[in-house]
């Protein structure tokens, strides 16, 4: 099962070639809110948004899903008698230790395999299970049809319709209460949406085709897909590593020292902030790119996560490669993005 597997595979984007952009230039409408329509809402709703809807994205069609949708996964977990704490405590226990034995939803281990470990903090975690169990989740319009087919009448619970534990919050916008995105959080959706797009991308290629096509996919699709968000958001996107897979991909000084600190965060553990720079009229954010056990099919040890085919076609496509040797909850890479400021 795959739920909650948000932030992987974005760090086998960092460092990868191009030859072109144009294909990616229309998503736009389907990937990025309206900066100035944000209203007052559970942060754990915009923290499932953001890391768990590359997988679980309730938009999209039912064959083209590789995960459970987040509904799905709700129903599974929650019963009449599952109290708030408990949720919570499964969902941060799984996180850190993702396995079958502990898996509810064996249907969706079967079909779309087990989620990978991810690095996230606890709180991210906390957040959004305490979201989750309160409101309801937004649905795909194929759900209903396909849980009848499938599991027959739908379970009972608390919340709107009968469909989930919650209090009917969360399915729409709260028109009184709009106000303006700080450039911490539009740089955040910056970085979100276009690792959304690039990991629905990726992960699709690999399921479909293999790592070795997703070598060949990321090669050529994953600096377009990365310029096409940054015309979409009007900023300068960039994923930049001090181990560059593609030599154009290396930090610069100023990159380097934020990267620096991120590690030492990253390795002790606990939440992580990005760093937001004013700059005049302008901002910089920076935010880490962190490796979990799907990246080091890439960029792992030779001969240990990194098998002998697949190192060679690293070596056929990137003559110049010095993205391997990774181990999990390392920081690959940061996004780096500059915009201009709200006015």
């Given amino acids: 099962m795959k739920f909650l597997a948000i932030l992987f595979f974005i760090s086998f984007f960092t460092a990868c070639n191009t030859n072109t952009r144009n294909e990616y230039l229309a998503i736009a409408e389907n ?26 994205n309730p938009k999209t069609a039912e064959d083209a899903m590789i995960a459970p949708p987040m509904v799905a996964v709700k129903m599974h977990y929650i019963s009449e008698e599952t109290s708030k704490e408990e949720f919570i405590v499964a969902m941060v226990e799984w996180s850190k230790n993702p396995s079958e034995e502990k898996s509810k939803m064996p249907g969706a281990v079967k079909k779309f395999g087990l989620m990978p470990y991810q690095f996230y903090p606890e709180e991210t975690i906390k957040q959004i299970a305490d979201y989750m169990y309160d409101n309801d989740i937004e649905e795909p319009q194929w759900f209903d049809a396909h849980y009848k087919q499938m599991h027959g009448d739908r379970p009972q ?17 709260n028109q009184n209460a709009n106000t303006q995105l700080s450039e911490k959080e539009r740089g955040m959706q910056m970085a979100q949406t276009t690792k959304a797009e690039l990991g629905k991308n990726l992960m699709g290629q690999i399921q479909k085709n293999g790592v070795i096509a997703a ?32 030599p154009k991909n290396k930090a610069n000084a100023t990159e380097l020292q ?17 760093i937001v720079v004013a700059m005049g009229n302008e901002t910089e954010f920076y935010n ?56």
């Fill in 288 to 343: 880490p790119i962190v490796t979990n056990s799907m990246c080091l099919k890439c960029h792992g040890t030779p001969g240990k996560e990194l098998e002998t085919l697949t190192l060679t076609k690293i070596q056929e496509l990137y003559p110049m490669d010095k993205a391997t040797g990774y181990g999990e909850n390392e920081v690959r890479g940061i996004w780096s993005i500059r915009f201009k400021n709200s006015e």
């Fill in 215 to 246: 070598l060949d996919f990321c090669n050529i699709q994953a600096l377009p897909i990365t310029d096409s968000m940054a015309a979409v958001h009007k900023a300068y996107i960039r994923r930049v590593t001090d181990k560059p897979r593609n």
């Fill in 31 to 56: 990937t990025v809110n309206t900066e100035t329509e944000i209203i007052l809402e559970h942060p754990g709703k915009k923290l499932m948004e953001n890391n768990c809807y590359v997988c679980h």
């Fill in 258 to 274: 934020y990267l620096e600190n991120f590690k030492k965060q990253v390795a002790a553990g606990g939440e992580v902030n990005p």
């Fill in 157 to 173: 619970m608390k919340g709107r319709m009968g469909h989930g534990k919650g209090n009917g919050k969360g399915m729409g916008k």
